[in-house]
């Protein structure tokens, strides 16, 4: 089955305690990306990625890092959580078709994050 | 930057349609697209229409696209329980519809009361 896996689904940690949140996808996509959700804000586009080793900032970046070793997978790593980091976050891919990314977006179920 | 807006909330009665709309600043946007999120999901891909294009019907889901006002609405014909969710516009100014481009509204959350 095509999916998008993020881990943990839901996590309760406090300030400046490191935390990675991962995503897999089994899609051979190129294109990932991670946002946040938060209350009347909609998603906000942290970090994303065209391929392998390409790593670029999206709208909200600070306090976030990535890394695309690998396809399939695109982890979302807080070195020193804060409250404000409090949020609903969705990693997403996307396959590039023809040499066009289309703007499909395959989303994972979710990983709620509380800062303490 | 862009922006896209949308109202937060909308009820309607089951077998009523819904009526779901969005606004954006983009004047060069090039495709627009609805994005449905269900109660402890992810998001998923609707529909999405072109920017030359008026309207797109796919069976119960009519999207309207005034570009002039900048207008995108999405309809729902004979709306069922089963389409309770948060309903998400997003559009992109990329020619090829990137999808590193989306920018997303803050969504609507239709519920359907029996």
């Known amino acids: 089955e095509a999916q998008v896996t993020q881990n943990p689904r839901y996590l309760i940690t406090v300030t400046g305690k490191k935390l990675t949140v991962t995503c897999s996808q089994n899609m051979n996509h190129e294109y990932m990306s991670w946002y946040r959700q938060d209350p009347g804000l909609g998603l906000r586009q942290i970090y994303y990625?065209?391929?392998?080793?390409?790593?670029d900032k999206g709208d909200v970046p600070e306090g976030y890092k990535v890394s695309r070793k690998e396809k399939r997978n695109f982890p979302l790593i807080l070195e020193s959580p804060s409250p404000n980091q409090t949020s609903l976050y969705f990693c997403a891919s996307s396959t590039r078709d023809r040499g066009r990314v289309v703007g499909e977006l395959f989303f994972g179920e979710g990983s709620r994050l509380t800062v303490l | 930057g862009e922006d896209v807006e949308q109202s937060l909330f909308l009820s309607v009665r089951e077998g009523d349609s819904s009526v779901i709309n969005c606004t954006y600043t983009?004047?060069?946007?090039?495709?627009l697209y609805w994005y449905k999120q269900e109660p402890g999901a992810g998001l998923q891909l609707l529909t999405y229409i072109f920017s030359n294009m008026d309207m797109k019907q796919d069976q119960r889901l009519t999207v309207l696209l005034n570009k002039k006002d900048k207008h995108l609405s999405l309809r729902i014909a004979d709306t069922q329980t089963g389409d309770s969710a948060i309903y998400f516009c997003?559009?992109?100014?990329?020619?090829?519809?990137?999808?590193?481009?989306?920018?997303f509204g803050s969504g609507t959350q239709l519920t359907v009361l029996p």
């Open positions: 990625s065209m391929n392998v080793e390409v790593t």
């Open positions: 983009d004047s060069s946007s090039t495709y």
């Open positions: 997003a559009e992109t100014s990329s020619v090829s519809g990137s999808a590193r481009q989306l920018t």
